[in-house]
């Protein structure tokens, strides 16, 4: 992956500057590093960034230069990559199925918060690790609603199971806290709430005093017509319930945030590489590049439409377009259609936003397609 040493002031810029006619990545670090300055401050707790939403060189180092110290590694290259770039941050190994060499492995690099969701999970976890120095998280799960799509199909012990395996990881000496995940792109902050009252009960039913509750990701941002709720909406739902259910003996709080985080610092540009009719469009990318997402969390209606010049398309009446990508597979097209302005033509572009979580790390070069330069702008301007 090709990254600029040039800061463009804004994506207008950078367009009629280079008049790019392949897939291109724009990041703001001003963007990355508000976003991480409002959980660091809003959240009650610790924010340790989920890696595997983007596990850029320059997003992370950026996070750490905005104050995040902690991050959530799911394999051992993450846990490689953090150890060069930041060697004193705490990492937190949370995806709950590892082979014992990757426990081991992590053990040796200073990992010293794991986390479990069976029986199993725990049993290999302490026939690896020294449990004395060590934090076990029980991942449980609930039936909420609210998400793009559900963790707990893979991930998450039932309510009686996990408060079974809260109860044998403090007696095996390690420290036992609880994890879960609402799910990713979340938009009840109520769902935060419902897992933190189960969270009690849980740990009362262990009668364990938790050492700390991890409250997960799934931080929404924009993409529908009805928006998100902010984080601050969440931060405060889950306050609140900690406050309720917990009174003075509640845990520390960690919140592990990946797409909340960086969504918001990308754009992806694509080009227009023909129009057919009225309403089909033919990018540059697609499902197989940097838009690889679009198929599980569904469409967004945030796009933009540039001219040739970089300044927005003017003229025309809305449409509804669908967009397909530029690869020899028919099931290469997003998802919906889209209201855009019947005036976009061939050598026109557009502007994804909020493309800085998965979108990088899932793209493929099938057909030999797809995004591979990175560029920085000062600012979006959109």
Known sequence: MRQSQAVWPDIGAYVAARAPTEPVWLFSPRVLH??????????PGLVSYAVKANPDEAVLSNLAGAGVRAFDVASPEEIRLLRRLLPEAALHYNNPVRSREELAFAARRGVRSFAVDCSEE????????????????????????????????????????????????????????????????????????AHVAQAARIAARAGVA????????????????AGAPAPGDVFSAVAEAVARHFGPDAPALVCEPG?????????????????????????????????????????????????????????????RHILHGPTCDSIDRLPGSYLLPDSVQE????????QGAYSRVLATRFNGYGPRRVETVARFGL
């Open 347 to 354: 050598g026109d572009y557009l502007v994804f936003p909020g």
């Open 259 to 319: 797409r909340g985080l960086v969504a918001e610092s990308f754009v992806l540009l694509v080009r227009v590489r023909a129009r057919r009719g009225a309403q089909e469009l033919f990018l540059n990318d697609g499902i197989y590049g940097g838009l690889a997402e679009w198929r599980d969390i569904g469409p967004s209606n945030r796009l933009v439409v540039l001219g040739r010049s970089g300044r927005p398309l003017q003229g025309g009446r809305l449409r």
């Open 34 to 43: 508000e976003t991480a300055r409002r959980y660091l401050e809003g959240f």
């Open 210 to 225: 938790l050492h700390r509750l991890n409250v997960g990701g799934g931080f929404p941002v924009p993409r529908g017509e």
């Open 122 to 193: 725990l049993d290999r976890l302490a026939a690896t690790v020294e449990p004395g120095a060590c934090e076990a998280s029980v991942r449980f799960k609930l039936p909420v609603s609210g998400a793009a799509y559900d963790f707990g199909g893979k991930f998450g012990a039932p309510p009686e199971v996990a408060a079974e395996l809260l109860r044998r990881a403090g007696a095996a000496g390690f420290r036992p806290s609880l994890i879960f995940h609402p799910g990713t792109q979340c938009t009840e902050p109520q769902a935060w709430a």
